[in-house]
């Protein structure tokens, strides 16, 4: 977490903005805007050509490289000034949503730990999104087990039946923390895809867990786009920002609104997202299921194909099951 809030994780390929998003990208002293994320800023998000700093439009340039001096050219400490200067135009924009890409990174030849290490000496506001690699470097390096879930929606329950699905997820959930201590990792990481039921069920089982074993335990919510919960009531609304208040970071799979981001396709390639994030030896995703086709047994088939392992609760048969390399 930055300053109390969830870091926000920009998505893994950005190819347009929505309204009040700014794209944040590395630039020249010459401002010539020619390639790569700067490329994209000049035809894309109103970057002006022969700028090479502060607010363009949608867009905001940080100067790393002279181009006439090569990589590595401009001193870390004047990336840092920039860097500053944009957060503190954050601060005072809360409106607005920036949405940070690996400046300095490619051409500029700096590393992701360099730019990291610049961005780390401030407080965030929760309006800057970061790569990646920039929260990775963020967080302290650990051996680390990944935990993911998926599981059918709220709707497919009734009271009784929910009541024990939750508490056998709870079950795997705490077992997992177990096995984990057991294996030696410091961290456990779990994954949510914030849909309402098991996901939304999970993420509130591992936020109560925190703190509770001798293991560190980070949550990231991976959102498939920026109004999941548009359609949803107030109840459930409040309470899924309560939940995303909590996480320690939020992977948005896209930037973009449901229907701009192609609808269930957005729910799909999060399910994929997470599932990828799955690829040691002891991570595993947790499954509750019906066994029933649909959104669930699309993000098993997903997994499967990558021979991830699983474990699966099916609650109408009342039975587990395992696939994949255990």
Known sequence: ???????KIIPDRITKLVKDQIFVFGSNTEGRHGAGSALFARQYCNAEYGNPQGRQGQSWAIATKDLNKGIRSIPLPQIKSQIEKLVEYANTHPELEFLTTRIGCNLAGYTDLEIASLIGNFNLPPNIWL???????LIEDKPTLK???????????DESGWKQVHSRLEGMIVRACVRALEWGYKRIQFYSGMALG????????VLG???KY???????????????ELAWNKSDQEKYYQLLSQCDSIKFVS?????EAGGIKCLNARNRWVVNQIKNAHDMI?????????GTANCIADATKLNRRIIIYNWVDKNYKKLGNW
């Open 214 to 228: 001798p293991i560190e335990i980070n949550l990231t919510a991976a959102v498939p786009c920026t109004n999941l």
């Open 131 to 137: 790569p990646q690699e920039f929260v990775d470097c």
């Open 147 to 157: 935990v993911a879930f998926t599981g059918n929606r709220h709707q497919k329950f």
């Open 198 to 205: 098991i996901d939304t069920a999970a993420t509130e089982i």
């Open 209 to 211: 867990l925190k703190g």
């Open 286 to 294: 947790i499954v509750i299921w019906d066994g029933q086709p649909g």
């Open 255 to 259: 930037n973009l609104t449901y229907q």
């Open 1 to 7: 977490m930055s300053n109390n809030h969830p870091y």
